[in-house]
């Protein structure tokens, strides 16, 4: 089975300064890799995807996030940190289980971002 | 356009009592589900449904249920709250099982004692 693995639960950066949320992932094949984000009592919110292709996918409020095969990676970064980026963020790997297609989930990793 | 909704926001429940969390969507697609999230562990799936009138069991199903009647609606059943069903919960709804992003409600936090 597919997993996905945030090894920080928190990672601080100050305001300007550039910002990478880690995700690893064990998949048998070619994995299907999101990033959500999570605003304080909100639900979650889709910021990009890696399904084929380019290495470096782009997503929304300027994230982007880095595929690396050999080091089974999927980081999420952002060149200049704002504190609005303050957040809960979720990495995630599309799996087939039972006939249907399923998301697993890592556990998130809080990003404080300070002025 | 509402997208996903949920109500309620909040709930405090007795052991032993029975709630429906309520689920709608107006975005006319066809798959749904419920999660619930827990400090430190991410989102579980508890149940899913590919369209009307199909439901099915996701990782941690035990003490919910739900049904899916129409489109727009995917209500989740509590049976007998128990005080290891406390978390938020959110429902989310895609155009298909396939489908790369999901959308999700604001999230019911609820809390048996």
């Known amino acids: 089975a597919q997993s996905v693995a945030q090894p920080e639960d928190q990672v601080n950066v100050a305001e300007g300064n550039p910002l990478t949320v880690k995700c690893t992932y064990s998949v048998s094949g070619n994995p299907y890799l999101f990033w959500y984000v999570q605003y304080p009592n909100r639900g979650l919110q889709f910021l990009l995807k890696?399904?084929?292709?380019d290495n470096l996918v782009k997503g929304s409020y300027g994230f982007e996030a880095e595929f690396n095969k050999s080091q089974t990676s999927f980081h999420l970064k952002k060149p200049s940190a704002l504190v609005s980026d303050s957040a809960l963020y979720f990495c995630?790997?599309?799996?087939?289980?039972?006939?249907?297609?399923?998301?697993?989930w890592g556990a998130g990793t809080k990003l404080i971002i300070k002025p | 356009n509402a997208g996903v909704t949920q109500t309620p926001k909040f709930q405090v429940l007795k052991t032993g009592q029975s709630m429906t969390l309520q689920c709608a969507q107006d975005m006319n697609h066809e798959y749904m589900s419920w999660y619930r999230q827990d400090p430190g562990m991410g989102l579980r799936l508890i149940h899913y449904s590919v369209g009307a009138g199909i439901t099915d069991q996701g990782e941690v199903p035990n003490g919910y249920n739900v049904s899916r009647s129409t489109t727009e609606d995917f209500p989740l059943r509590l049976l007998s709250a128990a005080p290891s069903q406390t978390s938020v919960y959110f429902c989310a709804a895609s155009p298909s099982a396939t489908s790369y992003e999901q959308y999700f409600g604001p999230g019911t936090r609820l809390t048996v004692t």
């Open positions: 995630a790997v599309r799996d087939y289980m039972d006939s249907n297609y399923q998301l697993i």
């Open positions: 890696y399904i084929t292709g």
